[in-house]
């Protein structure tokens, strides 16, 4: 077979605010690969399938001197993220071709304070990998769900949601809770294990198609924040037992003047923190020993070693049976991923962002 | 007996940023009581010996309507808090003339969100009260202490630092931990209880007297927070694995940047917030996140239930053998206690402050 366009993602400038299409990433397809024939030097070949397009990214794009829980992109090589592939050849004892991977599509994977990458893999049409490890791995779909499943309510949205609700809630049955970017794919999974705890949940989206979707997902209460004021509708409706922060600023102001005492937050992420340059001040920290509120941080690879198993068991069957509902929105083609990565940083795209590249 | 005058510190207006002695509160003597014959109705006459001054005050010289986890002191009426006082007649069936009584001088107690106090009871020289309960009770004094105390190491501050140790530190050998205002009662006690654990402790003050009694109660790194930035030494001393927030703002946002994955911080005050008028902002909250970690808030009060028997079990033979330090600034008269307010909220006294009232 003749060398065949390598297409891929390319981080080219860290962006100050929000990240610009074909600014703060290119779309570049200079790059070819024959596929028969090319070295893999004991490793294998994956055709990527799906990518996946999250918040967490933006944190990603900056000076790689600045240390954080997620490696730096590196300026000239392919972004990456997670992803599903499928395996076109392989060296690899423990790989067949044909065989589903699903994970980090990058070589390096995701290693705190780690600012080197070991290879030039990520967000392309092909990549070469050499190790399967707690980042990259083999599955199964016993259930035979939708690929893109796996980096969407089965992947790390919907771990996170998971590990962090059983982590954190300590949920008691008539507790009240509230869940910011409650349309999200790890919000509609938090309103969902909310409802099967037993609370009252109120959810907040940017839209009136959202905020239908948590009335789907079972919440109690639901508003749009673009048009109602958070402590508002708190001060009607709550106070609040459990706090689910994606967004911090004003909102968790609001979620802490109307905690309850000994109230759980469950810091999972701060979206309107994410571009704003400098961080978005929190005025009111006092209430947490006024009111004997915790608050959670956590990142959910951290949990893995302790609910991977239960959430294997736990979440798949529920998916499969409709139980735990879940949506995307399916973007078509790596050339798609920058204008997707800002749609999400401005809360635009309407589902669990999904960018498909390739059929099996 | 004829008529003696009952001094009283009287709350007369609600400050906007530092409270004003004479303004604030207001020392007033016009009222007399005659200690022979004042009906008792079932209750008991106590004379005052020793009062408290602490930073919580401060956020109960509010406008009433302002719910808070302290009752608000009520304009017109003497302020309460924590003292020291003997029982001079009693017709309570419980309480016998010598009776040594702790706990809150307010026959209301401390209730939170309570607005509404019930009687004429406070700082001052004289109080009836009706009941004992959890918030002012008898107490033995084995190891022969000074009375001081009971308000001091043995009261609720050092109460404050064990419990709060106790329940959030989860303190592992070879952790460091970072104390902020470390020579003050409560601090000082976290101190000690944090190289008993077997920690690296970094304690911050503002003098180089209280730097000296850090040493004394055995950290390992002090520093002057007006002459040293907080960051620079976290960096340099940190990463940290427990940080003891007495003061939010700054201090703690470098606090959030020096810290470990998975740290703890105990949220036990704010008093860099307690003037402001506006909260001091935090602007890096995403670090709770990034990081894993845990703000955990608590109030001394609810923790009562838990650690009251293992705090006088373990804490009394320590101060009696000299084994746990603590120190006292003593004042005299409740005439002075407006200006002790002042002094307290600007970080100005040298020890924990203690009003002396009267002899046994």
């Not at 990433?25 to 799906?50: C, H, P, R, W």
């Not at 893999?121 to 791995?137: E, F, M, P, R, V």
Request: charged share 20%.
């Amino acid at each position: 077979m003749p060398s065949l366009p390598n297409g891929r993602v390319i981080f080219n400038s860290v962006p100050e605010g929000y990240p610009i299409p074909g600014e703060t990433t290119v779309y570049d397809t200079s790059q070819t690969i024959d596929l028969d024939n090319t070295a893999l030097d004991g490793g294998f070949l994956m055709k990527t399938l799906e990518v996946s397009v999250d918040p967490y990214m933006r944190g990603r794009m900056r000076d790689p001197s600045i240390k954080s829980y997620a490696s730096p992109f590196i300026i000239g090589e392919s972004i990456s993220g997670y992803g599903v592939a499928v395996v076109l050849r392989s060296e690899h004892p423990e790989v067949k071709k044909g065989d589903l991977i699903s994970g980090m599509m990058s070589s390096s994977g995701f290693v705190i304070n780690s600012a080197l990458p070991t290879g030039s893999t990520g967000y392309q049409n092909y990549n070469i990998c050499k190790t399967l490890d707690s980042w990259l791995a083999k599955f199964e779909n016993p259930h035979n769900l939708p690929l893109s499943t796996f980096i969407g309510v089965l992947g790390m949205p919907g771990k996170t949601a998971f590990m962090g609700w059983k982590e954190h809630s300590h949920a008691k049955k008539g507790e009240t809770a509230f869940v910011s970017t409650g349309a999200g794919p790890v919000g509609s999974l938090v309103v969902q294990l909310a409802k099967m705890d037993g609370l009252k949940v109120i959810g907040s989206a940017g839209s009136e198609e959202k905020l239908k979707f948590m009335k789907e997902c079972g919440a109690d209460v639901v508003f749009n924040y673009k048009t109602s004021k958070v402590a508002d509708v708190l001060k009607k409706e709550g106070p609040i037992d459990i706090y689910w922060d994606n967004v911090a600023g004003e909102t968790l102001e609001a979620a802490l003047d109307a905690a309850n005492i000994n109230a759980r937050f469950i810091e999972c992420g701060a979206i309107g923190d994410y571009n704003s340059g400098k961080g978005v001040p929190v005025r009111n920290i006092s209430r947490v020993f006024e009111k004997s509120i915790s608050l959670n941080g956590f990142i959910q690879y951290r949990l893995e070693p302790k609910y991977l198993a239960e959430f294997y068991k736990t979440v798949p069957p529920l998916v499969a049976s409709g139980k735990i509902k879940h949506r995307e929105q399916v973007f078509e083609g790596l050339e798609t991923v920058g204008d997707v990565i800002l749609a999400v940083q401005k809360g635009q795209n309407t589902a669990k962002a999904v960018v498909h590249i390739a059929d099996v």
